[in-house]
């Protein structure tokens, strides 16, 4: 039953995940052209993308925060942008759930499971790196929000158990 579940959600949502993050992907585009940028402009948040805007902050004397803000897109000249949600402190999204404790590196891991799992399920569509950025806890928000679950966008112990993540 659980699997013929996920094979039908990934199907439904597969559509959704196609779509690339409009802001993102000129944000990319733009940082490419100006040299800044050397990846795949793909619409999808990663280390690369993160690298390539605080090297542009540096040269543009922006703060530097390597995250999309108002101001960093008003100087790359991307109108009507909305910025990305910032990028999370791992320990944060832990708040209420047995990893709280847990050192850097399993938090890490259990991130990475998560995004691995919500993307199986059609939810996440970003890298699956174990780096909690604003696309991953939208993302799990949405899904917690889909399952009956109060819309955190942290990996507390009812959410874990929800996508099959608690300890062992």
Do not use: C, H
């Not at 942008?81 to 944060?92: E, T």
């Not at 699956?128 to 604003?134: A, K, L, Q, R, Y």
């Amino acid at each position: 039953m659980f699997p013929r579940l996920v094979l039908a959600l990934v199907v439904a949502l597969f559509p959704l995940s196609l779509r690339a993050d409009e802001t993102l992907l000129a944000t990319q585009k733009k940082l490419a052209q100006l040299g800044f940028y050397k990846g795949a402009a793909d619409g999808r948040a990663g280390s690369q993308t993160s690298a390539a805007i605080r090297r542009y902050q540096i040269a543009e004397n922006l703060k530097v925060t390597g995250e999309l803000n108002r101001q960093t897109l008003q100087q790359l000249g991307i109108q009507g942008a909305a910025p990305m949600p910032p990028a999370v402190a791992i320990a944060d999204i832990f708040q209420g759930g047995p990893y709280l404790s847990s050192g850097p590196g399993k938090q890490t891991a259990v991130v990475r499971q998560a995004q691995k799992n919500l993307k199986l399920l059609g939810y996440y569509s970003g890298p699956e790196d174990g780096v909690p950025d604003g696309g991953f806890i939208s993302a799990l928000k949405v899904w917690q929000k889909s399952a009956g679950f109060r819309a955190t966008g942290r990996l507390d112990a009812a959410t874990l158990k929800g996508l099959d993540l608690t300890p062992n």
